[in-house]
């Protein structure tokens, strides 16, 4: 529980860090080319170094593993940012939230996890609280619903992927899947931003730093949580307990007044973590 209670924290630091960046930073994709550069940075750290030991068993699954996983993580960021400017906020943030459902059904219908009734009302709360804290009149010409339906595989994915490899890979190369991960999906974004031709700054550089200090204990928390707590608790917990957190703090720091439904959907959060983790 200690794990993924810090899987939280960190996660809920990455919202705020988002938000502290927006209207500040122009360079969005060379900021999170930083944030993977560091990720990687601690993830070989945490090895050793040791990229590629040998001989281990499992080392091929967990580079294959962590090439997807990669490339899910930073596929998931770049439609995020699409469906935001086609769909709106409010849509995008809805359905990247239902990529829980993702590593849900996986750890159900494949690795035969059987949530007891509390969790399961618990996780319907969850999902009751998601729509709850998003529910706002929206229409935005030109919607590619699809791409929503994408977006959430694809984020839902990258958090299945670690469930995947708690399952099939040895536990003692969780180090090295990571620095995987964070590998690929720098160099893919790397590929972006020559793309794109953006030129980092100072903030972006700055601002990257930071953020990949919590993005990579996210990733870490959350991988130790999985060894000792069932994924129909993790996955719900880890998403809703982020959002719980992330919007007391815009209470506290940013003085917002929650609409009636977000105070409803905020007690709701509550009461599925209770029921989670019964």
């Not at 090439?67 to 086609?86: A, D, E, M, P």
């Not at 959350?222 to 998403?239: D, I, M, N, R, Y």
């Not at 719980?244 to 977000?262: I, M």
């Amino acid at each position: 529980m200690v794990f993924l209670c810090l899987a939280i924290l960190s996660s809920t630091a990455i919202s705020l860090l988002m938000r502290i960046t927006a209207g500040k930073v122009n360079a969005k994709l060379s900021m999170l080319g930083v944030n993977y550069l560091i990720c990687t940075l601690l993830a070989a750290a945490y090895a050793g170094f040791q990229i590629f030991p040998s001989p281990v068993e499992g080392l091929g699954r967990t580079l294959g593993m962590g090439v997807v996983n990669g490339f899910l993580f930073l596929g998931g960021f770049v439609l995020c940012q699409w469906n935001t400017r086609r769909n709106g906020m409010v849509l995008t943030s809805v359905f990247m939230k239902l990529g829980l459902l993702v590593p849900m059904v996986l750890s159900v219908v494949v690795f035969r996890e059987s949530p007891t009734w509390m969790q399961i009302v618990g996780f319907v709360l969850a999902l009751a609280a998601i729509l709850l804290l998003n529910l706002k009149k929206q229409t935005t010409a030109g919607q590619k619903r699809w791409t929503l339906l994408v977006m959430l595989l694809m984020c839902g994915g990258a958090d299945a992927m670690s469930k995947v490899f708690e399952v099939l890979c040895p536990a003692g190369l969780s180090e090295q899947f990571l620095f995987y991960t964070f590998t690929m999906a720098l160099v893919l974004n790397l590929g972006l931003v020559v793309l794109k031709k953006e030129k980092p700054g100072l903030r972006e550089l700055i601002f990257g730093t930071v953020m990949g200090v919590p993005n990579f204990f996210a990733s870490k928390f959350l991988l130790l949580s999985l060894k000792s707590l069932p994924a129909v608790v993790v996955f719900p917990s880890f998403s809703i307990g982020t959002m719980l957190l992330a919007s007391l703090a815009g209470v506290v720091f940013y003085k917002e007044r929650p609409t009636k439904l977000q105070w409803i959907a905020l007690v709701v959060i509550l009461a599925a973590l209770l029921l989670l983790n019964i």
